[in-house]
């Protein structure tokens, strides 16, 4: 049975920083391209950031600069280092497994609010 389960989400200022983690289990971790999606109230799920399991990165526009994706294999965790915290990254973020998204975490909650 797959489990991806996140931690790390709560309530910080507007300019503060956040680091999320993903514990995931049930599945050969170090084989897996892992991601982090959001969801905001309203839209549609986007992509965050996404590493694969050579370790090669890529970032959606919005965050590529102030968000950092890092995974540790021995761990079967992957990591969301989010600085430079704006409003607009309020969401719920969800862990992912797979190339096509294949698992999905139950997500946890971001709220950047003064």
Do not use: H
């Amino acid at each position: 049975q797959v489990q991806l389960v996140e931690s790390g989400g709560g309530l910080v200022q507007p300019g503060g920083s956040l680091r999320l983690s993903c514990a995931a289990s049930g599945i050969i971790f170090s084989t897996y391209t892992m991601g982090w999606y959001r969801q905001a109230p309203g839209t549609q799920r986007e992509l965050v950031a996404r590493i694969t399991s050579g370790g090669s990165t890529n970032y959606g526009l919005s965050v590529k600069g102030r968000f950092t994706i890092s995974r540790d294999n021995a761990k079967n965790t992957v990591y969301l280092q989010m600085n430079s915290l704006k409003p607009d990254d309020t969401a719920v973020y969800y862990c992912t497994a797979g190339l096509s998204q294949d698992y999905w975490g139950q997500g946890t909650q971001v709220t950047v609010s003064s």
